[in-house]
Each structure stands twice: as structure tokens, then as C-alpha cells.
């Protein structure tokens, strides 16, 4: 079964707009929370992360905003671009040795951003 | 520093032959994992590599099996391959101690016909 539920599947924004991104999981044992973004034929790339000691981290136009009570996490992409048309991934991993490396992923979102 | 790097890029092998696929991980990084991904089941963890020891196992049968070497890179073999094998396989690597970050390579898409 899924551990990281992902929505939603696909979106389309505007250029300019906010692209919104939600996860949830039930494993109160996650303590690490990293978005992956993946271009057609490449291998997904790291944007940002975040763990449960904060609530919202900022890297330039993307932010994580994350709900530790109801176990939820987003990624918010503003002043969307063309160029950021791509399939994005949540994960989560307890971040303990017998789970290192075994991150449980979302199943993605293609968002595509129009001109 | 130079990125994860995976040979070969793309496979194209026969039912029931077995395959052999390459990670060359970040330098300095001792942890390497292994994903499968696939439209239909998402990105799947095969297994994860420290220190030449398998640490995490993911649930796929014996037909894969990996091993890592004393400079971290690390080789992943499936055996006997049945066409829903045909996927993108990942690897990626992090410090394994300390630091998060998992850095993914740019995949080996492998064909099973």
C-alpha cells in the first residue's frame, strides 16, 4: 500500500500562477520530507526538503508548507514558468539506519504550465 | 563535484537473459540505493547499499540482487528477466551518515522483449 499519498495526478496553471502540490502519510515515524522533480527521460532531481522541527521552508520560488498534526506536507511553486512543467514527487523516509535510502514516494503530479 | 552516474543508459534484452547495470555514486557518498520505476507503480525501492553491505531490502524477488564496492559504486543484476521488468532502474546516492540528501542518476531504461 501506498505510505505517501500524492494529489493531485495532473494540474495545469498559468504562467504566473501558484502551483499546488499536496502529500499525506500515516507513519509518524517519517522525519524527512524531500520533493523530487522529474524531466521526460532524466532522473528526478532534488528541490527542496524539510523536516518536522519546522513548518514552512522557502527556496527561492519554491516553498513546503508542512502540517505535522495532520500529517500532511505541500509543495507551492510560485510565479510558475513554462520551464517548470515537469512531473513532481513527494517522498518520506524515517531517516533511521534500517530505512536509510528507503524512501516511500508519492505517485507524482505532471503539472504542466502554460504560456 | 561530478553527479551519480549510471551505464548503461538504455537496454534492450530478452526474456529469461540477465542483466547486469552500473552506478558510479557522488564522490564521497558511501550510501547507494536502488529504485525501480514504472508508470503503472511509481518509483519502487529495491534495496540500499553502505559500506558493502546490503542495510535495506525492498519487496522484489531474489532475480535482483545488487553489491556495492570498497570505492561505493555499485552494480545491481536481475536474473532470468520476465517483461514486466521493463523499466527505468535509479540509482542514487547519499552520504549515508549525517547528511539526508539522496541525488538520483539519470537511469537505465531497460527493454525486456
Known amino acids: 500500500q501506498q505510505q505517501v499519498k500524492q494529489s493531485p495526478q495532473s494540474l495545469i496553471v498559468q504562467k504566473g500562477g501558484i502551483s499546488i502540490i499536496n502529500c499525506a502519510y500515516e507513519?509518524?515515524?517519517?522525519?524527512?520530507f524531500p520533493w523530487y522533480q522529474q524531466f521526460p527521460g532524466k532522473g528526478p532531481a532534488l528541490l527542496i526538503a524539510i523536516r518536522p522541527d519546522v513548518s514552512e521552508k522557502k527556496e527561492g520560488r519554491f516553498t513546503i508548507s508542512f502540517n505535522k498534526s495532520a500529517k500532511q506536507f505541500s509543495l507551492h511553486i510560485m510565479d510558475s514558468q513554462p520551464g517548470d512543467s515537469a512531473t513532481y514527487f513527494c517522498?518520506?523516509?524515517?531517516?533511521?539506519?534500517?530505512?536509510?535510502?528507503?524512501?516511500?514516494f508519492g505517485a507524482g503530479t505532471q503539472v504542466v504550465v502554460t504560456p | 563535484k561530478a553527479g551519480v552516474t549510471q551505464t548503461p543508459r538504455y537496454l534492450i534484452k530478452t526474456r529469461g537473459q540477465q542483466v547486469t547495470l552500473s552506478c558510479s555514486p557522488i564522490s564521497g557518498h558511501r550510501s547507494v540505493s536502488w529504485y525501480q520505476q514504472t508508470p503503472g507503480q511509481g518509483l519502487q525501492f529495491l534495496f540500499e547499499?553502505?559500506?558493502?553491505?546490503?542495510?535495506n531490502k525492498g519487496n522484489f524477488p531474489g532475480r535482483f540482487s545488487g553489491r556495492q564496492f570498497s570505492n561505493s559504486r555499485s552494480e545491481m543484476n536481475v536474473s532470468t528477466l520476465e517483461l514486466g521488468d521493463s523499466a527505468l532502474y535509479l540509482c542514487a546516492s547519499s552520504p549515508g551518515t549525517g547528511g539526508y540528501e539522496q541525488y538520483f542518476g539519470p537511469g537505465t531504461r531497460l527493454t525486456v522483449t
Open positions: 507513519n509518524t515515524a517519517f522525519d524527512y
Open positions: 517522498a518520506a523516509n524515517p531517516m533511521t539506519t534500517d530505512s536509510w535510502g528507503k524512501f516511500q
Open positions: 547499499y553502505f559500506s558493502e553491505t546490503q542495510r
